[in-house]
């Protein structure tokens, strides 16, 4: 499943929840400057920007859900089963694989707009990381400071959307939410107006009246429409970094799996493994997980950029209970 967000207040914000019914060994992954990429079409990345995100590392490589670079672009991969296609290798086309596109995308481009300009080159290939790991069907969300737009890789090709509403969540495709939005015009932080009969008092009994059809659903369609609701209407009391970082994360909460609430076909059930927060502006990877909801940060300028080894922080905590009974 999974949700992700752009939310701007003094700097700008980009994360996700990731839904999922068991963890895949995910750890907060630090890559230095001078490690080198190397992609499955023969090219390789020796010296980039800075990277750091959420990944499960394998021989070495890290395998990113989502990530940042020093330059303030972020990408998330998030779940589009039955409309993700990959493609053959294609003549003319930098031929790609989805599990290096992230580790591609932010190694190579410095802005949504760098990556514009070379976008309609781009080909996802059908290429898996190993025989044991299968590829994922994905579409991703790309954002900076400035924009976010969404990657959609179907059996017609490699579509590319602008996307004001900020937000990215599963199937259907994007065109979808997009247009789907329009059924939620009527929305208000304010209690609206009655529409109902102008001969009729029909005072509102309680706040939040002009939110009444706004879907409560887990369902990806619902969660869209939730969390772009939130994202762009949501008042921040200042603009300070830990008010900023606990509003992002309480829109989060908003749209997040509560294990038992959902139950997939084979039994198992949907949870938010983890919650992400990146300032693209500082360089700093905020996260909480579904065993310790402490927010917790990992900084860029805490590690040596220039060289050429990975850090992987596994994501460790201590849950924080207060009883106030025992307070003197």
Known sequence: MCTAIRLKNADVYFGRNLDLD????????????????????????????????????????????????????????LNFPGNAHYFQRQDGKKNVSPFELIPYVLSAFS????????????????QPFSDHLPL??????????????????MADGLHVYENPFDVL??????????????????????QGENGFAS????????????????????????????????????????KEEKTT?????????????????????????EKTLYSSCMNLDKGIYYYRTEDFDTIQ???????????????AMPLDGEEIIVDKSCVA
Not at 27 to 55: C, E, N, W
Not at 169 to 190: E, G, I, V
Request: proline share 5%; hydrophobic share 40%.
């Open 22 to 77: 068991k963890a895949f060994g995910q750890k907060v992954v630090f890559v230095p400057r001078d490690y080198a990429f190397r992609f499955r079409d023969g090219t390789s990345s020796q010296r980039h920007p800075v990277i750091m995100g959420m990944a499960t590392v394998v021989d070495g490589y890290p395998l990113f859900a989502d990530a940042m670079n020093e330059n303030g672009l972020a990408i998330a991969g």
């Open 111 to 126: 802005s949504v707009d760098d990556f514009l300009d070379k976008a309609g080159t781009l080909s996802l290939w059908d």
């Open 136 to 153: 994922a069907p994905l579409h991703w969300i790309v954002a900076d400071r400035k924009k976010a737009i969404v990657l959609e890789s």
């Open 169 to 190: 969540t599963n199937n259907p495709p994007f065109p979808f939410h997009r247009d789907n939005l329009t059924r939620y015009r009527n929305l208000s932080s304010r």
């Open 199 to 238: 001969d009729l008092s029909l005072e509102p009994f309680a706040a939040g009246f002009g939110t009444s059809f706004l879907p409560g659903g887990l369902d990806s369609v619902s969660r869209f429409v939730r969390a772009c609701y939130a994202v762009k209407n949501v008042a921040f009391k200042e």
């Open 245 to 269: 970082v606990m509003t992002f994360f309480r829109v989060l909460s908003s749209v997040s799996f509560l294990p038992g609430l959902v139950i997939n076909s084979d039994g198992s059930l």
């Open 297 to 311: 940060s990992v900084k860029m300028d805490n590690f040596k950029k220039d060289g050429n080894e990975i850090s």
